[in-house]
């Protein structure tokens, strides 16, 4: 079976007050297309130690990975990054307006690409444009407005300041440009957190929305289980266990039911 995401010998070491200490060692980990893998446990365990592990953020820890069957030497790390997408629980929004905010990562990409020596053909295209003007051209209004509506953000002013929005539609905004990246994987860590049971409920909604289109989701969670994971695995004491599996369909294009084998 080939899964879009697999990883081994996941290890982590942080530094401590005389030598460093073990949170996790040898740890294995797959997900499929379209699944949804909930991960638990208790606090300080590790579990956002392993997603930013995942997403290569995480210079304390190391394994072999692979996407789509292609280990992740393969990639650059950002190359990397905009595939195995790490959401953290604290929507960093920065910009004037909600619009600016989602189009950070094309601004970002931009910005690294005009200051290399070969230029891209994009940076070519648009060379004369400012950062923010060439991601514009690449990220329409009309592009974020009608994700936005998909997703049930009709709320969302694309106009509107981002330290004026609430918790609820921050966390929504921060999701919708993660999505808008298009990610084959996105790690979601804790972005419930904080949220009322409604916001929660509407950036499950979301994320269970993609995953249905194919996109293969890890969200660590606090909540009670909301019968949308296919898997329910828990880190404790440096080790990783399946404690749950559900019949939940994990997509409409896999057409397969899941919780036949453990995987974790
Ligand atoms: N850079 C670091 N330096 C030293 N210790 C670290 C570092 N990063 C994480 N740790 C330690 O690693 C352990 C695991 O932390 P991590 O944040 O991954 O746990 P967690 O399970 O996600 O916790 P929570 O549920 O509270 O968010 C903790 O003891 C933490 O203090």
């Given amino acids: 079976m080939q899964y879009v995401f ?20 040898g740890l294995r980990f797959a997900i499929e297309r379209g699944e949804i893998v909930d991960l638990v446990g208790p606090s300080g365990s590790g579990k ?8 290569q953020l995480n210079p304390h820890a190391h394994g072999s990975m692979e ?9 650059t790390p950002q190359q990397w990054r905009s595939q195995v997408a790490y959401l953290p629980q604290k929507a960093l929004l920065t910009g004037s307006t909600v619009a600016e905010a989602i189009r950070l990562p094309w601004t970002l990409r ?10 891209s053909r994009l940076s070519r295209l648009f060379s004369r444009q400012s950062p923010a003007a060439q991601a ?6 009309e592009r974020i ?29 921060s999701l919708a440009r993660t999505l808008l990246t298009e990610p084959k994987v996105l790690l979601a860590d ?15 909604a979301i994320m269970a929305q993609y995953a249905d289109r194919g996109m293969s989701i890890v969200r660590i969670r606090h909540r009670p289980p909301d019968g ?18 559900n019949s939940r369909k994990i997509s409409q294009s896999n057409n397969r039911e899941d919780g036949q084998e453990a995987r974790a």
């Fill in 190 to 204: 804790e972005v419930d957190a904080g949220l009322d049971d409604e916001n929660a409920e509407k950036v499950a």
């Fill in 6 to 25: 697999a990883a081994s010998g996941m290890t982590c070491e942080v530094p401590g007050t005389d030598s460093s200490r073990t949170i996790f060692k």
């Fill in 136 to 141: 514009k051209a690449l990220l329409p209004s």
């Fill in 145 to 173: 407005r009608a994700t936005l509506d998909s997703i049930g953000c009709e709320d969302i002013d694309l106009d509107r300041a981002p330290h004026d929005l609430s918790g609820g539609q921050a966390a929504r905004v």
């Fill in 110 to 119: 931009i910005r690294n690409t005009t200051g290399t020596s070969r230029p």
């Fill in 48 to 55: 956002s130690s392993l997603l930013t592990a995942f997403a």
């Fill in 228 to 245: 949308r994971a296919s898997r329910i695995v828990a880190l404790d004491g440096g080790v990783l266990t399946e404690t749950y599996a």
């Fill in 67 to 75: 996407l789509e069957g292609r280990p992740a030497s393969e990639f």
